[in-house]
């Protein structure tokens, strides 16, 4: 297999993290309750519906902070793996 270009790769993972992030925030919005319960699945019987009784209000501030973080953090995350992928294929 060929190297990876580190910023193809993060570019790659930062898109695939922000659509991620969006239908999850979609689907907070639309269902809370649903979607709490589907990631307390997720948790091995860890209660996420707790952490929800004094959450402040998702706003698009809330979702714009999250969406940059979230979006940084895949990319910083592609760069990594994929210069660590071409060290390793060395």
């Known amino acids: 297999m060929d190297r990876l270009n580190p910023w193809i790769t993060g570019a790659a993972l930062a898109i695939t993290f922000t659509v ?5 925030a979609a689907a907070f919005a639309a269902a809370p309750g649903a979607t709490l319960g589907f990631f307390n699945a997720w948790f091995h019987g860890l209660n996420l519906a707790e952490l929800q009784a004094g959450a ?15 979006t940084g953090f895949g990319f910083a995350c592609g760069v990594i793996f994929a210069a660590s992928y071409n060290l390793l294929r060395r």
């Open 20 to 24: 991620v992030y969006v239908l999850c």
């Open 56 to 70: 402040k209000p998702f706003t698009v501030g809330v979702f714009v902070y999250g969406l940059a973080g979230v």
